[in-house]
């Protein structure tokens, strides 16, 4: 759903950049609540693999297409505030280095696709977590839902914003109506995908998983026919577990996925790309060269490089690589500022 230069107009653009510039200030602040030792070292990692299923796009509809939008996952893997700088670095790496989504849109891009997802399935998420069993079932399921509504949330938001500053005519009613059909099929793919994730890492490490902190059960006992809780052996606190294993494991799936799987994705027009085309949103598009259309990377391929999937592969390598290198070096700055807010408070 990356929006390019030419769908919306100026000030709106502008206006925009200002919205999301302000979301992102905003998280930056609520974000060294949650970037504690655990998520930290995990945020940079949620970016870059974020990043790598997004070059997967998967088919949707008849010559339609869809890819992950990763709200809900970075919303339910690290916290809202570090999940919407996640997809913010994503879309910036994006714009900059492979000319994908316009410069001038970036804050469309960020406020649809980051801001939006986020909070939306954010919220959705926590109101679930309240009904829903707190197991590990239940969080896959919250978040199943939280990922699948994300999506609509994120094209009707679109809407809204081409309905106040969209560079042609077309009947907002028609634009709506073709957004969210091909993005609630989308949404599936959407929801699929993070719950696999999530319920990935629930199975080996439930405590890196923001969204499911407190999903421990009592030990039980059964005793005269019943279960009651077993009272907690005096033992000594056991040192904390590194996520080392599972930030390992998560380069390599990413590096896999958008080095050599990304090859075998579809070539079909995402959902955006599609009702632009058959709306007519795209009418002045054309007008707009792409800012770093002339970059080595541009179009998720190797400048120089004749063989295609040699050549996309490169691309989502490096894609990953710096993704990942600007996304954990972001991160643990705002960790690092966090640190010596609570050393100065407790001096």
Request: with cysteine; glycine share 12%.
């Amino acid at each position: 759903m990356h929006v390019p230069d030419g769908f919306i107009n100026a000030p709106v653009s502008a206006a925009a950049g200002v919205a999301a510039a302000a979301a992102v200030a905003v998280s930056l602040r609520g974000a060294r609540k949650e970037l504690d030792e655990k998520v930290a070292p995990l945020a940079g990692l949620v970016a870059a693999f974020v990043f790598a299923v997004q070059m997967l796009n998967f088919p949707v509809a008849a010559g339609t297409s869809g890819h992950l939008l990763g709200g809900a996952l970075a919303a339910v893997l690290v916290g809202p505030w570090t999940g919407v700088l996640c997809i913010a670095v994503v879309l910036l790496m994006q714009g900059v280095l492979f000319a994908d989504g316009g410069l001038t849109a970036l804050g469309v891009n960020i406020t649809v696709m980051g801001v939006v997802t986020v909070v939306v399935a954010h919220l959705l998420f926590r109101g679930l977590r309240l009904v829903l069993p707190c197991t590990r079932g239940g969080v896959t399921a919250a978040t199943f839902v939280a990922a699948l509504v994300s999506v609509p949330a994120s094209a009707a938001a679109f809407t809204l914003i081409y309905a106040v500053g969209g560079t042609t005519d077309v009947p907002i009613g028609k634009v709506l109506t073709a957004m969210l059909g091909v993005h609630v099929l989308i949404g599936i793919g959407e929801a699929v995908i993070t719950a696999l994730t999530v319920g990935a890492v629930l199975a080996v490490r439930p405590d890196l998983v923001h969204g499911a902190r407190g999903l421990t059960a009592p030990l039980k006992l059964r005793v005269d026919g019943e279960l009651v809780d077993a009272a907690p052996a005096e033992t000594p606190a056991a040192a904390p577990k590194s996520p080392k294993k599972v930030w390992i494991g998560g380069v390599v799936t990413a590096l896999v996925l958008a080095g050599v799987v990304s090859f075998y994705a579809s070539a079909s027009p995402d959902g955006l790309e599609k009702v632009a085309a058959d709306q007519g949103i795209d009418a002045k598009a054309e007008e707009y060269e792409h800012a770093t259309a002339d970059s080595p990377l541009a179009d998720y391929g190797v400048r120089g490089v004749d063989s295609a999937r040699l050549s996309g592969g490169l691309a989502g390598v490096i894609g990953v690589g710096v993704t990942l290198a600007v996304g954990t070096g972001a991160f643990w700055a705002v960790r690092r500022r966090r640190a010596a807010a609570e050393t100065g408070a407790r001096v």
